[in-house]
């Protein structure tokens, strides 16, 4: 069995046992990602395609059913066309930077070429397409700031229980 078979058989049941600080460790150990910073939660249970491509900061939480595409198919439209005559033309790859303190919602997806700014919140749902500054809250598809994680924090500890 690969080594990458292992690892996803090991985040598998890491799910099954909802142990997703676990799972964040068991990829930072790997070596898989360019960078994974300390601590965190990563809740799906797959590894993108080119995990080299992705660097994720400290204190990074990744909720359930988020992608990150560090790649696309482009190409196919040309080289699996019987009538495209041109050279070969490769996969387009691209980088994506998660810095720290990021919360990235459930289903949300990331597109190559992205950095994702600190103390960021991607709302579930949300198509990255460009960067995301610092302290914003950004949601949508495409994404676009829709507020601030500063002021959401002031929001949060003025409600009284």
């Given at each position: 069995m690969s080594s990458r078979k292992k690892l996803l058989l090991k985040l598998y049941i890491l799910?099954?046992?909802?142990?997703?600080?676990?799972?964040?460790?068991?990829?930072?150990?790997?070596?898989?990602?360019?960078n994974y910073g300390k601590g965190g939660y990563w809740?799906?249970?797959?590894?993108?395609?080119?995990?080299?491509?992705?660097?994720?900061?400290?204190?990074?939480?990744v909720a359930a059913d988020v992608r990150f595409y560090e790649h696309d198919l482009v190409r196919r439209m040309w080289i699996c066309n019987?009538?495209?005559q041109g050279p070969n033309i490769e996969y387009y790859t691209g980088e994506i930077t998660v810095k720290d303190n990021v919360v990235i919602g459930a289903r949300a997806i990331i597109l190559y070429n992205v950095t994702l700014g600190h103390d960021?919140?991607?709302?579930?749902?949300?198509?990255?397409?460009?960067?995301?500054?610092?302290?914003?809250?950004?949601?949508?598809?495409?994404?676009?700031?829709?507020?601030?994680?500063r002021e959401l924090y002031k929001k949060r500890v003025s409600i009284k229980k």
């Open positions: 799910t099954i046992l909802g142990k997703n600080a676990k799972k964040a460790d068991l990829l930072r150990n790997s070596k898989m990602f360019k809740h799906p249970s797959w590894i993108p395609s080119y995990p080299n491509l992705i660097s994720i900061g400290n204190n990074v939480s019987e009538n495209y960021s919140l991607i709302a579930a749902g949300s198509v990255v397409t460009k960067d995301v500054p610092d302290y914003a809250i950004v949601g949508g598809n495409p994404a676009r700031v829709i507020g601030d994680t």
